[in-house]
């Protein structure tokens, strides 16, 4: 990953952002507001969106949802606003992290990191796995049903992954947090319990009674084929 989008509309941020990505090897663009933002994602295909939710033209959700639309590149939303619901829209909407201001920069490194690792392609000889009516193919990273594709964020990509690698596996939250965000995550439950209703959400007949995307209540997950 070596392009990253800056997308705030506060010049101090932008500044230190600039100069501490690029004195890690990344090339920066920056954008002001959430417009130029996205015609600037789709100028410059980046590997990585930093995102104020508290643009002057739109709302940063909507950012997320307009990227989303085209492209699963990791999104990170760097935000003032604290609260719940508003971290929970933006996860929902499709971003993959999200980081309160005043941040340190060094755990926003350590966010980009987890990831990056968490884009890194599968190798060509993976299976395809059925989930309900749903195809899942991890060399392609793709889902398909009813000659339809579903769109999956890469952070969602990396949690079904881990399950589907271990089917009939119960996977600890400590292990799925650890190997799908990194090890500085591991009491970050509401992250699993957020990503995991996504997933059923998407993949799922039936959400609120799933088959195949199962919680063991207070130790883990697992996938039922």
Request: proline residues 7%; hydrophobic residues 40%; without cysteine.
């Amino acid at each position: 990953m070596t392009r990253v989008l800056v997308v705030d509309d506060e010049p101090q941020i932008v500044r230190a952002l600039r100069i501490n990505l690029k004195a890690r090897g990344y090339t920066v663009d920056a954008a002001p507001d959430a417009t130029s933002a996205l015609h600037a994602a789709a100028r410059h295909q980046p590997d990585l969106v930093i995102l104020d939710l508290g643009l002057p033209d739109m709302d940063g959700t909507e950012v997320v949802r307009g990227l989303r639309g085209w492209t699963t590149v990791p999104i990170i939303v760097l935000s003032g606003r604290a609260g719940s619901l508003d971290k929970v829209a933006a996860l929902d909407a499709g971003a993959d992290d999200y980081v309160t201001k005043p941040f340190s920069i060094d755990e926003l490194l350590a966010r980009i990191r987890a990831v990056t690792r968490r884009v890194q392609p599968a190798g060509d000889s993976e299976p395809q796995v059925r989930i309900g009516e749903f195809t899942v193919d991890l060399a392609a990273r793709s889902v398909t049903g009813d000659g339809t594709e579903v769109r999956l964020t890469p952070t969602e990509w990396q949690l079904l992954d881990h399950l589907l690698r271990h089917p009939g596996k119960l996977i600890t939250q400590q292990s799925l947090l650890r190997d799908v965000w990194g090890p500085e995550y591991h009491n970050q439950t509401n992250y699993l319990r957020q990503y995991m209703a996504r997933l059923r959400r998407k993949l799922e007949t039936d959400p609120a009674r799933p088959r195949h995307l199962l919680t063991e209540p207070g130790m883990g997950y697992r996938y039922r084929p």
